[in-house]
Structures are given as structure tokens and as C-alpha cells.
């Protein structure tokens, strides 16, 4: 029996609307976001955001006094609280004082996560949202499947069906007729309303203004039209001047929405007077619910920069495909996640944490810098410091922490496969493996693994020697990718020494926040690696390659680990991957490769961790036209496979489907030969090639490349 959460992941992988809509909004997405940003610098601009954002993270009480200062000299009412039920309790108050019948709201993800809608309900007010989105999600009974567009995942007819109900009257699918039925219904509800509620996109403590920025208008009818205006505002919207909202104001309808402008600006500093002469009543609630806390996190207060843009989730590919409502709670997506384990608790977070499938693609995107992914990891890490690990995983570790017992285990299942290999794949595994292969071969294990096969390489002495990291793939499954990879260097004159001590990299415990885990992964590593004196640790696996250059560092930082740091970051110096060390030696006229063949069309899949960790992209490129062949780029050529280490395992239905979209890509370029740096995205690809039955050839581009050394 599937857990409710694996069931609510099937429905939405099954839900074609959903899927369909939020498929195609992604794809055009990033070509109109790129066009929106055009002739503005992304980096400087995030980096100055980052900056002021961080300012008033690491200032809050600052920030809040001197907002609350302004704003009250300005004629609001300021209340700070950092209890939820506290801000329901004033906000109720405030409307029984004024015999309060009914509320229109517009968006507030503020409002949202202290479920404020329902408290007002059952107190006897009627609450009526005015954002369309989120009026259609009102009336269906449903939370936002995603923060900037609530209502995606609905069709026009499902809105159709809904609206009619509330008018009582048989409405066509015509838009623009629902348009006008919607404009008709919400004018008589801010006609009627007694107060207004908002939330806060920004707050300036400089001059105690609210800025609100909405495309439809209705957050303007929301704070002009009810005689009192309650905005409720979460403290990490402060900014210290009225110029650092400037740059919030460029970047977030360019990243939620892909335009140059939102349509309305409006911009709040103390109460407005109302049609009849009298002055509007208003209340600023500053809402804190932890926010504090989490500035005072050094790992976590990054998240305090969020300007909720939304763009991390139109780049996710598990966001794209689930929507939001699997996240089950009110913030979705990667940076929901994060918000959920603080906001909420951080237990609600343990399954929704595994959707996310560290591909990268949502920190290089944030307008405000924020490195989602890590924190992500942060969370499984506090989540498996807290409740432990689970007892499968403390198995498996126990034997990945033990070199000669793990290894061992993989010769002896590379025995134990034989009866289900075909060739060079399982096809199909029995019982309870089955689901392994469903949509994707899997490698046979090596006969002979790469440190067998090692010994047996003739390689010349050579004055300059590089260590090769094979990493665990490369080691037990593709052996023929580190003969390539020997071959290369001994062409440009380096001899290649494996030490036989190297062991996983501790990736798969990292990931899962087994970090003590990995942790005694990096040191037999790096006690193996820096055991000969060289200039070069090259490993062909971009996974392996961000572990020893980035994470063994990380990861002692983490759990403040000092010992062993100064010789991980002896190692991370000397760690590089394959393409880049090649590009050079190549550069440098140190290698040579016969590019007097037309070798055809190749396209290129960029792996997250090299494309994304590594920041490389064109010399794998640049390397494949230099020996012949010729690239034809694929659509979304940086998008995950779905491999995602043991991810493919773990959730192999969302997996499946990304890999599919990959394959699709794949296919339209009519190239023969797909091209990788990463021995993993070669499992996935090549394994979905193999049981899609096209005639493609997926190779390592290692591989590629030691075929056409110049003799
Ligand atoms: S790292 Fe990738 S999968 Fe994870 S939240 Fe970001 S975009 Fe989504
Ligand atoms: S985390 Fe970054 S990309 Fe995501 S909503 Fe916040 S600011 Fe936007």
C-alpha cells in the first residue's frame, strides 16, 4: 500500500491538466524570462539584492523600530507579534470593533500560512479573495498550486464549472466572458466590503511604507475602497531605503512572470483619506513566526532574502511535473520546503524534502541569491540528527563506510546479476527489484572491475603523474571509461596512478543527510588521493568531482569537523574534471585530436553538477567539435535526466517522466551519437535508450574523445 504522499504524487503526475499546464508555462518560461532580462546585468543586479536583503536579515529590530517609527508618524497603527494566533486575534479584534461583516483579501502568502481565511469564517466574517487565481482556488476549496499562479493547474472549463455555480447561471468556456463575469462578481465585493486585507511585497523602515505589486489591480480596489486596511507583513520584508526596493522592483515581475513591468505599483505610507472625508484606518501587522530565529541561523538566514518571486519553481523539474500540491502545505516547491520546516515544523518537511532532486537549476535562477538546494541538504542533515537515521539506510552505510566489505559486495553482485543480464544491461530484475528497471535498464556490474583492469594497463613512465578518482560507477559498471580516460593522459604524457585505497565518494549519505556518513567517506579519500605527490586529481564523475573539490570541505564544516579541513582543501586545489584538465592540456598543444574526419552530428546533455557546481559547459563542447564532430543542441539541454544519484531509486515515478522529456529532447536533434560527462546521466540516458528501442548511441565523452587521439 502506497503511503498518501507517494499516492498524492501519482495523482499529479496523472493529472494531464496539470502537468500540461505547468510543462508548457516552464518551457516558454525561461526564453521569455532571458528576454525580460535582456541588457540588465542578472549577476549584479542579484548580488545587490543579496546584499540589501541580507542587510536587513542581519538587522530585523533595527529594521522593525524604525519602520514602526515612520509608519506610525505616517498614521498607521503598527502591532508586532511573532505569534500567528496572535495577528488572528488582533486582525479578529480589529474587525468585531468595527462591526466587520465582510473582507476582500488580495494575495497574501502571509495570510496563507497562518490559514487566516478560516479563522475570519468561522468567526462569522466573509472572506473574499480577489486575486483571480486565488478566487478560483476559494471556490474550488483548494490551496495555491503554485505562489504567483494559484490556479495553473485548472482548465478553463473546471473554472467554467465553478463560476456558474457561483452565479447560478449556465457559463460558457469563452474567457473573456469568464473575465467579465469575474470583474462583475469581484466589484460587488469590494463595493461591499468593510475592510481590506493585504500582505507586504516589500516594507521600507526609512520611510514605514508597504509596497504591493499586483497585475490585476485588485490589491489597489483592496486598500482604496473598505474603510479599513489591514496589510499583514512578514518581517523579512524589510528593507532599510526607499532605493533598495528598486532593485526588487526590477527583478520580480521579471522572474515570477517573465515581464518588464508589473502593472500596478502601489505604494503605501500612512492612511489615505476616504470618499466622505474621513480617514482611512490602517494597520500594519509586522509578523515574525520565527523569522527571528532563522536570521539568527547562519545556514538558514539566506532564506530571509526570498522576494517570492516564484521563479525557482517554473526551472524545477519536479515542480513542474507535481505542482504544488504534493508539497501538501502552503509555500511549495524547494524554497517552500525550506519554509515549511521553519514556519511549520521542521518534521513537516521530512518527505517533501526528498522531492527535490539537487539539480542546481533554482539556485542559478534566484533573483536573490539564495542557494536552495544546500539548504535543502541542511534540512536532511538536522532532519537525520534529530530522528536518526532509518535502519535500511544504517545498514547500507555501515557497509559503504567499510572499503573492502562494500566492494566486495559489489564483485559479488556483479555474480549475482548475471542471470538477469542481457549483454550489458538488467533489463528486468525479479520481486521487489522490479520497479528498478520499469522505464530504464540498468548496467550490468562489471565482470572485471576498473582496479582490476588497471593492473593490466601498459602505461609508459612518465615524468608528470595525475591520481584518477574513478568513483564507484566508473569503478563497477563502466570500467571502459577509466581505460579511455588512462589513455588520454598517457597521450599528453602523463602517467595515471590509481590508488587502490579510494572509495565511495559519500555522495549517496550526503544527500540523504547522513553527513557522519560522509564524513568517514572523505577522509579515507583523502588519506588515498594525497598519498603520492601530484598535480592533478582527475575523476571523469562530476558527482565525485563536487565531493572532493566542494563537499568533503562542506561537510567537515557542518559538523565542525576542523581536523581533517586543511587536507581537504589540499585536495579540493588539486581535484579537477576530466574536460577542463583535457581543454587545457589540449590548449596548451599537449594533446592532439584528429579532426580531419566528419564524424556527424552529437548533442550534448549537461550534467547539473558540472554544468551547475562546476560551471562548465563549453569545454566538453569545444573538445567533441575539435575531434570531428559536429553539435546539434538539444531543447533544455541543462535540464536533469532524472538520475539524480539514488533519487532514480527513491522516487523512481517522478524520475521516469523527466528522463522521458530528456529522451524526447534527445530524439529531436536526429543526432546519433548523445555526448555526457557524467557516468551516472549515462546510466539513466543510456538505460532509457535502451528500452525506448531508438538507434542512439550514448557515450561518455571520454570515450568519444580517446577515439579519436592523433596517433
Ligand atoms: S535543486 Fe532542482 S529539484 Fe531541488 S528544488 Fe532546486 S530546482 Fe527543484
Ligand atoms: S527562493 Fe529565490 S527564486 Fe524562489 S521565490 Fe524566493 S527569490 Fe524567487
Redesign the pocket.
Known sequence: MKSAFKQSIDKAINDANLTGALGKFSEAYKVNRARAYEGIDFELLRTVIAERKSYAASNLDLMAAEFTRNAEAAGARVFQTDDPEKVKEYILKVARDNFVKTVVKSKSMATEEIHLNAYLEKAGIKVGETDLGEWIIQLAGQTPSHMVMPAIHMTKEEVSELFSKEVNERLSTDIPRLVEVARKELRSKFLAADMGITGGNIAVAETGSIVLVTNEGNARMVTTLPKIHIALVGIEKFVEKFADAIPILTALPRSATAQLLTSYVSIITGPSPNTDGSTKELHIILMDNRRTEMANDPKFKQALQCIRCGS?LN?????RLVGGHVFGKIYT??IGTILTAWFDELKKSEEIQGL????????EICPSKID??EL?MEIRRRLVQKEGLPLLHKAIYSVVNNRRLFHGMLRAASLAGKPFASGKFLRHLPLFLADLTDGRSLPAIAAEPFRDRFKKIKQPKLNEKAVFYAGCLIDFAYPEMGEALVKILNKAGIEVIFPEEQTCCGAPARYSGAYEVAARNAIDNIKALLSEEVQYVVSACPTCTVALSHEFISTFESLGQKEWLPKAKELAGKTVDFSTLVKKLVDDGRLSLNDRRKLGKVTYHDSCHLKRTLQVSSQPRELLSKAGYELAEMFECDM?CGMGGSYSIKLPEISAPILQRKLQNIKETGAPVVAMDCPGCVMQIRGGIDQDGADIRVRHTVELLAEQLED
Not at 315 to 319: D, H, N, Q, S
Open positions: 525557482c526551472v524545477c523539474p519536479v515542480f516547491g524547494g527535490c532532486i539537487q539539480c542546481g537549476n533554482c539556485k536552495i538546494p535543502i536533469c
